[in-house]
């Protein structure tokens, strides 16, 4: 098997989809690994640092897809804006990718994918089972995000995190708002405590309410059914707007008193809910933070711009994208090693060329298999 590790093309983007650790592993397992010259550096790994970790540097962008077999990436293929060539074009035919594509929002990509026969698999698709655990790019991801929000918070908010005692009088804590309790959410509700923060979290699904109390915070929860508040995936699901009403007015009780919330509710394919609305906004205290998690699918605030930190309502508002590429050298590590679970998971049916169909993991991932589409969601697209 020959790997090829592409420099990521799009802007702003720091990670890399292998690292020195699981080269040094791909290699041991009898794979040829090539690393375009440069793809390290925004994750502070140099060409050398692959050299010793046995693989091999092409500086050529296009000589590293004619040699690979296999391309592992961090983000989609897309067009180059400076060439005006797409990422594909430079793939051979029956290349196999791997990488998080989100199939359903990207149509014209798999009819592309399709048309070169290109066999992709899909990382954002995994199944939430434990086979499955150490594959898990959301949750790397999410965790990294659910922490630096907090990082965030902190930087822009006028005031610090923990009860403070001095001479001059007792400082209160800072009084954080949780919203969604998935992995950022309680990594950024963990993160907050740790800062000495008071933590209120909100979800509408009450089989989190355990997890969120362990963390040392208070939780509250419209009134659902297990059934009608997530997925059998474990994910939130969609709910009506009079659903998201009540939910807005329930959490417009608490965000008054608040100086930082963080957002982080997502439907899986769907745009994210709108949670904080701008009179919501408009009644909070001067000075507080909110920051958008969700704004990768168009944001839980009405106000939140993606890309921006903007100030409204006297409220700063964080729309930062892609957070993880924030912290390029941990988000790099764990996406790296996800990648590697998966990849040393299917590479024993990638070298016999026939996939297991039956496979819950394949099935799951799979998007396109040689010249036709082959997850449901697309068929249906």
Known sequence: MKIGIPKEIIPGERRVAAVPETVAKMVKAGMEVTIEAGAGLGSYISD???????????????????????????????????????????????????????????????????????????????????????MDILSSMSNLAGYKSVVMAADYLGKIFPMLTTAAGTITPTKVIVIGAGVAGLQAIATARRLGGVVIAFDTRPVVAEQVKSLGAEFVSLETSHEQSQD?????????????????????????????IITTALIPGKRAPILITEQMVSEMKHGSVIVDLAIEQHGNCALSEPGKIVIKHGITLIGILNVPSTMPVNASQLY????????????????????????????????????EMAHASMKQV
């Open 48 to 134: 050398n640092d692959y050299l010793h970790a046995g693989a091999k540097i092409e500086p050529d962008h296009q000589n590293l897809f004619n040699q690979a077999n296999i391309v592992l990436k961090v983000h989609r293929p897309i067009q180059d804006n400076q060439t005006g060539v797409h990422e594909l074009d430079h793939m051979k035919e029956k290349t196999v990718l791997i990488a998080p594509l989100y199939p359903t929002h990207h149509p014209d990509l798999v009819a592309k994918l399709t048309a070169r026969k290109i066999t992709a698999f899909s990382l954002d698709l995994l199944p939430r089972i434990a086979r499955a655990q150490s």
């Open 232 to 260: 059998t995936s474990g994910y939130a699901k969609e709910q009506t707007a009079e659903f998201y009403k009540n939910e807005q007015e329930i959490i417009r009780k608490y965000i008054k008193e608040a100086d930082v």
């Open 336 to 371: 790296s090693r996800n990648v590697f679970a998966f990849l040393n998971y299917i590479a024993p049916q990638l070298s016999t060329g026939q996939l297991d169909m039956s496979d819950e993991i394949i099935k799951a991932c799979l998007v396109v298999y040689h010249d």
